[in-house]
């Protein structure tokens, strides 16, 4: 947005600008950060409240990694 000599400034003109600024930087966020906060194939953590509902490879895997079956006390 311009300013204009002559021109009366008018609230809309200023809200507008907030706006489209605004936007702009939700857009650029949305675009590298993503819709959840981290990136879609590997977001670095989950929080499961019941590891039974994990698909049969997660389980496998977290188990190989020695990360299941948690022990009581340990979250």
Known sequence: MRLQQG???IDADWN???DIAAERV???TRD???PAGG???APGFEIVADPSTLPAA???DLTARGLL???RGTC
């Open 16 to 18: 507008e600008q907030v």
């Open 7 to 9: 021109r009366v400034q």
């Open 26 to 28: 939700r857009a650029g």
């Open 32 to 34: 590298v950060i993503g």
């Open 39 to 41: 990136p879609l194939p």
């Open 58 to 60: 997660v389980v496998a």
């Open 69 to 71: 079956p948690l022990a």
